[in-house]
């Protein structure tokens, strides 16, 4: 696969450099201009500690939203949660030239729309099961290596998401551009909806997800996740939303999910990223979805 110009030796900023910002970044960084962009400047000597145990100790260039540099950034990749996005892309927009490409990284369907329609400029999503958490302003895990698929909602912009896919690849990232980011996104919703609401109420491992009390619950919730899903007119995975959820819970039976991390620490969670599309659906589309409502109503105390 060929590589447009110029975007190997392109210039990335990271806004947003939380444990999934800091993972790109840090990765990135070996070999390609990097600034992380967060609410406040964090230390540039920044340490990544690998799945395989190792550390790898980079310099790079940090900065905050209110200070930020004259030199333009070629790439944008917005790191924040869900529920930060679209004020971070407000903060930042005003210092962008028109016409710079943006990388959505967030889970969950809220913010993707509105930034593609909003952005002056050409706007891919990625998707990623990389696993990384932060342990420190200057220090961050990659906890398990994961693939990533980027593309437009649209399905346009093939050569730079095949650009940024290969350059990701390169970094030590793997990423493929694919035509159909849209089903993606909405595959690891249907996986974050099943899961991370419930073991959040709950405060279990993704893994008790499959004893007695909890199982059906998971049915019910992937029952509903699919009539929704069929209104929507969402092609189900390949082996359907049984199999891709379970399988999610086997591979992930020792992790305690994002969202039960959020609540635990006292977080606002990304509730409205995840249930809030499905919900809007379930409602255009008249279903009836008591568990779903009854998971984000609890949530919903916690922000
Ligand atoms: N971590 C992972 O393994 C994965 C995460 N994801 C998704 O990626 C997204 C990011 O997750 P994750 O990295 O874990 O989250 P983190 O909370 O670790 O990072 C979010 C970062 O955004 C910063 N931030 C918040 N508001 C703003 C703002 N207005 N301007 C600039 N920076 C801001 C936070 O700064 P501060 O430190 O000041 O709060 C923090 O550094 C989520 O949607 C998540 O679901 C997807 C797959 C894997
Ligand atoms: C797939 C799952 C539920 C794995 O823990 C996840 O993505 C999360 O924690 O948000």
Redesign the pocket.
């Known amino acids: 696969m060929s590589e447009p110009a110029g975007l190997w030796s392109a210039s990335h900023w990271i806004v947003g450099p939380g444990a999934l910002g800091r993972l790109i970044g840090l990765r990135l960084a070996a070999s390609i201009p990097v600034t992380l962009v967060g609410r406040r400047p964090l230390p540039a000597g920044q340490v990544l500690i690998t799945p395989e145990g190792d550390t790898l100790a980079r310099q790079l260039t940090t900065t905050s939203l209110d200070a930020l540099p004259d030199i333009k950034p070629d790439v944008v990749h917005l790191t924040t949660k869900a529920y930060a996005a679209e004020s971070a892309h407000a903060a930042l927009v005003p210092h962008l030239p028109p016409g710079t490409p943006l990388v959505l990284w967030q889970?969950g369907f809220a913010c993707q729309p509105r930034l593609g329609e909003r952005h002056a400029g050409p706007v891919l999503c990625a998707t990623t099961t990389e696993g990384a958490y932060v342990q420190g302003d200057d220090r961050m895990t990659h906890a398990g290596h994961g693939e990533t698929r980027i593309g437009a909602l649209g399905g346009g912009h093939v050569h730079l998401a095949q650009a940024l896919a290969q350059t990701l690849t390169r970094a030590g990232l793997p990423a493929w551009a694919v035509d159909d980011i849209h089903t993606r996104l909405w595959h690891k919703l249907a996986?974050?909806a099943a899961?991370?609401p419930l073991v959040a109420r709950f405060r279990i491992r993704?893994g008790q997800l499959r004893d007695r009390p909890f199982r059906p619950l998971v049915e019910t919730v992937i029952a509903e996740i699919a009539a929704i899903m069929a209104a929507e007119q969402i092609p189900p995975p390949p082996r359907g939303w049984r199999d891709l959820v379970w399988r999610?819970v086997a591979g992930?039976a020792r992790?305690r999910?994002?969202?039960l991390q959020d609540v635990l620490a006292g977080r606002p969670t990304e509730r409205a990223a995840i249930l809030g599309p499905l919900l809007e659906a379930a409602h255009r589309h008249g279903l009836s979805s008591p568990l779903l409502v009854e998971l984000d109503d609890a949530l919903s105390h916690h922000g």
């Open positions: 889970n996986v974050n899961i991370n993704n999610v992930t992790n999910a994002s969202m």
